[in-house]
Structures are given as C-alpha cells and as structure tokens.
C-alpha cells in the first residue's frame, strides 16, 4: 500500500482481481484484515458476485469509521477467496446424532469410582454416556482454532453432530462468576473468524454467548448497540459455513418478556440465524420452556428454537447457582414434539459448577459430588 494520505488520519488502497480465477457466479468471500504491525485491528468480510462473466474486479477500502481504529495502518491483506455454496438460513436438526466426547469430566469420574464406588459410577455413566456440550472462550487464549479443530474433527471422525457453545463476548456476565471475555469488537470479529474457519463446512451445532441478550441491562445504551452489532456480525460469519447451525441466546422464561427478547434477538441478527436457544446453564421446566419458546417463534415469525435439558428434569426452586436437589432433564434428541423446537440439548454439561456459590467452586470447574446428586434424581 502506498502511503498515501487523503483526508487523514485514514489510508486508501484498491486491490486489483484481474488475474484472480473466477468460477461461477459466487457469491465469494473476501476477508480484509488490518493490521498494525502484527496486532489486528480491524476486520470486515465483502461478498463479490459475478454474475458469471468474468470481468475486472476492483474494490475500493472505505476508510475505517469503529473507534478502535485510532491511527494509520500499517498492512492491510486479503485472504484467499474461497468458492462457497449461498448461504443456507436454515439447517435441520431432524435425525441428528450428536457426538459423545468420550474424555469428558464424566466419563473420567465413573473410571475412576469404577472400583471403589460402582454404585456411583453407575450412576455417573448416565451423564458420560449423553452428549454434551464443549464451551470455547477467552481460556483456549491463542489455541482458539486448533481447538475447534480438533473437537469438530473428533466428532466428524464418528459421523456425530459436535454441539458448541461460545462464550467469549466483551463485557461477559456482567462482571459476575463468569465474567471475561475478549477485549473489544475488532478481537471478538478475530475470535469467531477463528472458529469459523475451524469448523468450515462440516456439520455442527453452535449456540451463540448465554445472556448476552438477555443480561445486557447493565450495559449503557451504546455498549448495547455494539453488543448486538457484534453479534449480528458473528452470526453472519458463522453462516458463512455450509454446515453450521447458530442458535442465539434468548435466555430463559423467567428472565426477559417475549416482546423484550424478540426485539433484541431481531436487532442482533436472529433472522440470519437458524434460531434461538432457551434455558442454557438454567433450571426451568421443560414445559415452561416450551411454552416460552412458541411464543417467542410467532413473535419472530416462525424462528425455531433448541431447549437446554441438562438439569431441568425436576425444574427450578428459583436459584440459577448451583441449586440443590436438581436432577438431569431429558436426553439430548431431535424427536422434541413441538413443531418449533429443533431439539432438546444438554448445554451445560452436569457438574460443572455454576460459579462459588452453595459450596460450589469457580464456574465451569468440575463437581463430581453435585454431578452424582443430579444423576441420582434423574427420570431415568
């Protein structure tokens, strides 16, 4: 790039396609990526159709208007364009499998009870033997890819559906037991790429940042802008993928009104999505759940939704924090009996604790004690 100023402090460049190979009519992605020295600090995604004529292509770089751009920069680059079918809104679920990480917390436990306490391992291997979950965020700190990779490519290996979670939005939680996340929006348009890339084309189950929609009152109204542009954003990113279904976040029945989530779920891009998802890491009923859930798909005009059941299967006492005397909820499926809802999922994996609260330790870590009471009262 030359360096070349006009109307300072932002920079100009045109990137030139003549002699790139052009294959139909696309649509073809393009990712610019700016980059001070070797921090990115800015990043956008362009689509190109060419209505199958093979032509010159030039676009022009409008100058950067978010805050985090704060000087000239240094590099900008194009990724490799890359082919992709048009991007499907909507992924059934219908006859789905979904994988079963044979080295979870779970299935570890019950090895390890297997011969002092069989009764428990027992009991333990009613949650080792479901799928699960797996949550990404700001703990796989620079190893974001290699970790997706690795989780969809052990799935894909068994010909299972990988169900994941993101987690990684600024301003996480409020501040609270999970609180984190990455530092700003140029990052967090850098972390999903990641992911997306990880993932490409294969099939997989991604429920997009628990409360982020329904948590954000304690946002002031411009972070409450972001948020959703952030995750307008990333939802696109991820449909970018031909297999990938995306689920936003929508809270819980107890949390937000059905006019209030669907407001926020439209303004932060659920039509690109393939829907919404209800009760993650909670407590409620399932009928409460799908209740909610209709109600919330006819304000959405039809959107479907997927249901966490992972420790819902005697409801809630109206503690969110580790709450005694919950049991498992049903299985993980696709075969929900509601029109609308897409499939029950287990999107907290039982035992990991909810945060330090009821003698439970940090959130995420493993409890195998509060894991074995949810096991013992379960239906099944």
């Known amino acids: 790039m030359q360096n070349n100023y006009k109307d300072s402090p932002h920079k100009e460049v045109s990137i030139d396609f003549t002699n790139w190979t052009w294959n139909g009519s696309g649509p073809y992605l393009i990712d610019l990526i700016a980059k001070k020295g070797d921090t990115v600090i800015a990043q956008t995604q362009i689509s190109l159709n060419t209505n199958n004529a093979p032509k010159k292509n030039s676009t022009n770089v409008a100058p950067a208007t978010s805050t985090f751009v704060t000087a000239p920069v240094n590099l900008l680059t194009a990724t490799p364009v890359s082919v992709v079918p048009p991007v499907v809104q ?20 019950a090895s390890e009870w297997q011969s002092t306490r069989p009764q428990d391992a027992a009991q333990m291997q009613k949650i080792a033997g479901a799928s699960a979950v797996k949550w990404f965020g700001d703990w796989n700190g620079g190893n974001i890819y290699n970790d997706v990779k690795s989780y969809v ?10 169900v994941m979670v993101l987690y990684d939005v600024p301003g996480r939680d409020c501040g609270s037991y999970s609180a984190g996340g990455v530092s700003n929006s140029s990052a967090y348009a850098t972390w999903i790429g990641s992911v997306q890339n990880a993932i490409r084309n294969r099939k997989a189950v991604v429920v997009l940042e628990p409360d982020s929609l329904a948590q954000m009152d304690c946002l002031s109204s411009g972070d409450q802008q972001a948020r959703m542009d952030m995750l307008k954003s990333a939802v696109k990113t991820l449909k970018n993928n031909s297999g990938t279904s995306v689920y936003m976040d929508a809270g819980h029945p107890g949390w937000q009104s059905v006019s209030t989530m669907a407001d926020r779920l439209n303004r932060a891009g659920v039509a690109a999505a393939d829907g919404f998802a209800l009760n993650v890491s909670n407590f409620t009923g399932l009928s409460e759940n799908l209740q ?50 897409d499939a029950f999922l287990w999107l907290k994996a039982p035992g990991e604790s909810d945060g330090n609260c009821n003698g439970g330790p940090n959130a995420g870590v493993w409890w195998p004690e509060y894991a074995l009471g949810l096991a013992q009262r379960s239906a099944f």
């Open 153 to 162: 490519d052990a799935a894909t290996k068994v010909g299972k559906t990988p």
């Open 292 to 341: 909610f859930g209709d109600q919330l798909s006819n304000a959405l005009g039809g959107k479907h939704f997927v249901v966490d059941t992972s420790r819902n299967g005697l409801g809630s006492n109206g503690e969110w924090c580790n709450p005694a005397g919950r049991g498992l909820g049903k299985l993980p499926t696709t075969n929900t009996g509601d029109s609308h809802a």
């Open 90 to 109: 909507a992924i059934s679920l219908a006859g789905s499998t979904f994988y079963v990480d044979p080295n979870s917390n779970a299935a570890r436990q």
